[in-house]
């Protein structure tokens, strides 16, 4: 049986993900550092380990794939999606805000893909590192965010150049927006309304979307798919001059 680590796999993008992973016969081993809340999510679920760790330590991160090959004997997929989002200006933005941006986005990226990869050459399996338009487009209030999801799309080209010769693919996914607890903590009503002006298909995007399109980068039908970042954003990634004003 196929076995999939998610992280941040207790709500939101995370949780979708999961079930994407269970409804295609996978097992998933489910990290998250909000104890309660995977417990809650493991309850309903068949096939699924509860692992309570923090991606951004590096020896909670040995343990994770440690219980993970105990529980499931292989990894054939490595999903890196726990992530926080911390909106602040430049100079707002202190040493200790920064960090913490980067420790757990960029620093629990790269841990557990390097933790998971022994695994993942015995299977040939694949990464999917979860990026944001953020990461590709740059705005306001984003130095800290922008910058880590930036490095993760770098980062994702390492792997997938260096990982090749193992079999292992690697790839990100760059979501627009998509109203989880993360996006609702940062996203006023006036920046709602702005982003469906802004947004080609006018409407934020829903789990289940993001969930699809990361499941079938760990599948078969991406077997020659590796250093891509596929941008699951309404068509935010592909307006350049494409202003609400010149449109309609
Ligand atoms: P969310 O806050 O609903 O879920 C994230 C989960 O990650 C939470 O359950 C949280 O407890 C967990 N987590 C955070 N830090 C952790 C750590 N150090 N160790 C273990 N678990 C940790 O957020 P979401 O919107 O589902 O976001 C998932 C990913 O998608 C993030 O990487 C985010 O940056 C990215 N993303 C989201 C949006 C959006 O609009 N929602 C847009 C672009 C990118």
Redesign the pocket.
Known sequence: MKTAIV??????????TTDEFLSRGWRVAM????AA??EVALSTRKNVLAL??????PQ?VETIVRETLDAFGQVDALI??????DFGRIEETDFDRWRRVM???LD?TFLMSQAATPALKETKGAIVN?????GLRASTLRVA?GTS?AA?IALTQQQAVELGEHGIRCNAV????????????V?TLEIIAAYHDALPLNR??T?AE?AGAIVFLCSEKASYITGQTLAV?GGFEATGIGLPALRG
Do not use: C, F
């Not at 990290?31 to 909000?34: P, T």
């Not at 998509?178 to 609702?184: F, Q």
């Open positions: 992280t941040g796999a207790a709500r939101g993008i995370g949780l979708a990290v998250d550092w909000d809340e995977l309570p760790y923090d991606i951004s330590n909670q890196n999606n726990a992530g926080v989002a420790s757990i986005n629990g979860i990026a944001s338009i953020s965010y999801k993760v760059a979501p627009g927006p998509v109203r989880t607890k993360l996006a609702m903590a996203h934020y995007g789990e993001l954003d």
